[in-house]
């Protein structure tokens, strides 16, 4: 029966580290992950400690990705591994804790609950601190259950528990609700173990000495954040519903009997008895129920709420919905089992951003690349904490190692701008290229018309929710656009034309283009120029042959004068717009594919530049 008992728990850790290793690197980091990366790449602990000091967290697990990052490097998938091993190590502990409460088959319940639990696998595939605070948690308890056992070791899981403990406060501050609800249950659920109380106020009093040599640093943080997190959701039934489907993988039902079947283990008789299963269920259902109700009270004045810091209350949800399976006859054990980890691996794998969804930066930065110069310039304005510019950073320096770093416009001299943006851009392209990265926001709109008119129009490259990327060419820059038929064929945009100053709703886009061919062709071909929205999709266009000619006839090296007009609607709403050319073979319907001058792939439409609408 062990030996079945042990391939069982080591079949539920390989599926564990299935769930949470396949694709690791598939996502882009976010914005936390990013600043945990520059966290430790800071040049040393103190350095890494200093940083640390100005946020919200404790210091344990940087210093643990400190050395980490170093052996095994800083990149998606290797930032991320140690978050599953901490991932692993708490499925593993979930099992020994469940098994030595309840039972060995509830051990294995409890481990294959938290194995395919959709909100530990998702934060154990993120590079942050919090699959180490569920690991830490676990041990406090299970630490705490032992010592409560007494016997022969009881100092050594004494020890343990402090250990765990102070390690778990210096993870995360949410830790401290841990040790609030071991407090609440040995005083109010365990009198008969009163006469332990000398013992167990000293344990309390390790892990506390122990987290005051960094009290300080955390008043500071905290002081220093009177208004609460910036992304904190307030208390509403509605955030209740959604937390209850998150720790339980919207079963909130199943979840709810099988912890009541849990609470109702029979009652043990004897010495032990008040350290029986009952009791074991009365502690879990305390460290699920007080994180949550505290939190939410404290949200109503003090905004505090976020998804990932509640995760403390994530495991005793699997040692309870463990305790409960295992109460059940073969048969519906295994029916309800079935459904868990159904419903576990179906949030997983079909609604991942139900906890954070991560912007695709890595392809985002990779559009940049894909017609980045040496010698660009590269302007930032996002619009808020530096925080949010760290993803950028974090893609673009892998991406451009030698690369200056971007200048954050709001780091100009002086304060902030429209005179002061434009002429630092303007000073960019009068000598070369540069790019800029901004959200639309309203400052934005305070700027940008100043930099369109002295400068060149932007192209947009690349966009992400409410990132914008745009190229600025130096006036007089050369198209430099090639269009490429199957059958060998092409054609060379050599010049074009576009209006520098904004247009208003009525006026008419005059785009003129300069064609050549460097052999005779062998197909007509129609050129259209698009007017495209911030969505990437046309919003009016004009088509005919280049120059009203056949292309068939043009002889080689001729430049070819290509004009198109575009009317603007009288109630076009105001903002930027690309302009493209898109070149068909009348007779085929096929679009040629386009390259701009450094022989990059650009699929269809070139895009020429943008254009401003007025208000």
């Known amino acids: ?176 609700f841990v040790p609030l609800v071991i407090a609440l249950h040995f005083l109010l659920v365990l009198p008969q173990q009163w006469r332990r109380l000398v013992a167990w106020i000293m344990m309390q009093a390790g892990w506390a000495l122990a987290f005051e040599a960094w009290l300080s640093v955390m008043l500071r943080q905290i002081g220093g954040r009177p208004g609460g997190l910036d992304q904190a959701t307030a208390t509403s039934p509605e955030l209740v519903r959604f937390l209850a489907d998150v720790l339980t993988d919207a079963q909130p039902v199943l979840y709810l009997g099988l912890a009541v079947l849990a609470m109702s283990y029979p009652r043990r008789e004897g010495v032990r008895a008040s350290v029986g299963p009952r009791a074991w269920a009365a502690l879990l259902a305390l460290w699920a129920i007080v994180p949550l109700a505290v939190t939410f009270l404290v949200n109503r004045q003090v905004p505090v709420f976020t998804l990932q810091n509640v995760i403390v209350a994530a495991p005793p949800v699997a040692l309870l919905a463990g305790a409960g399976l295992a109460r059940l006859s073969p048969t519906p054990r295994a029916v309800f089992a079935g459904l868990a980890i159904f419903a576990g691996l179906t949030v997983t794998l079909t609604y991942p951003g139900m906890y954070n969804a991560k912007p695709p ?111 600025y060419e130096p006036a007089g820059a050369p198209a430099g656009f090639a269009f490429q038929a199957a059958d060998g064929d092409a054609l060379r945009l050599v010049d074009y034309d576009l209006p520098r100053a904004p247009l208003n709703p009525g006026d008419a886009l005059h785009v003129t283009l300069h064609w050549q061919a460097d052999a005779p062709l062998a197909a007509n071909y129609s050129a259209g120029v698009f007017l495209l929205g911030e969505d990437g999709g046309p919003v009016d266009a004009d088509i005919g042959f280049p120059g009203d000619a056949r292309t068939t006839e043009w002889l080689p090296g001729e430049v070819h004068a290509d004009a198109h007009a575009i009317p603007l609607p009288d109630d076009m709403p105001p903002g930027y717009y690309n302009v493209a050319v898109r070149v068909l073979n009348v007779y085929r319907d096929e679009a040629l594919t386009a390259f701009d001058a450094a022989g990059v792939f650009l699929d269809e439409y070139a895009l020429l530049g943008g254009v401003a609408v007025a208000p």
């Open 1 to 176: 029966m062990k030996a079945r008992t042990l391939l069982a728990a080591g079949a539920v850790l390989l599926l564990a580290a299935l769930v949470r290793v396949y694709s690791l690197d598939h996502d882009s980091l976010w914005m936390d992950e990013a600043w945990s990366v520059w966290a430790v790449s800071q040049g040393g602990v103190t350095h890494t400690l200093r940083a640390l000091a100005t946020d919200v967290h404790p210091p344990f697990y940087f210093l643990l990705l400190d050395p980490w990052t170093a052996l095994a490097g800083a990149s998606e998938l290797a930032g991320r591994a140690l978050s599953v091993f901490f991932g692993l190590l708490t499925v593993a502990l979930a099992y020994r804790t469940a098994r030595e409460m309840f039972s060995p088959p509830a051990g294995v319940l409890a481990a294959l609950v938290a194995a395919v639990s959709s909100y530990q696998v998702y934060y154990a595939r993120e590079l942050r601190m919090y699959t180490l605070v569920t690991l830490l948690a676990t041990a406090s308890v299970f630490f705490y259950q032992r010592w409560l056992r007494g016997g022969a070791h009881s100092r050594r899981h004494a020890v343990g528990y402090i250990a765990a403990t102070g390690l778990l406060v210096y993870t995360h501050y949410f830790g401290f």
């Open 361 to 471: 930066w890595r392809a985002f930065v990779a559009q940049m690349a894909a017609r980045y110069q040496p010698g660009d310039a590269t302007f930032v304005h996002i619009g808020g904490p530096p925080l949010w510019e760290m993803p950028f950073d974090y893609y673009y320096a892998r991406q451009f190692p030698e690369a200056a770093p971007p200048v954050d416009l709001f780091d100009l001299p002086g304060p902030p701008s429209a005179r002061a943006f434009a002429e630092a851009i303007h000073e960019a392209t009068g000598a070369g290229r540069a790019w800029l990265l901004l959200t639309h926001t309203t400052a934005v709109t305070n700027y940008a018309l100043p930099l369109l008119e002295q400068s060149r129009a932007p192209v947009l490259v690349a966009e992400m929710g409410l990132h914008r990327l745009y190229l």
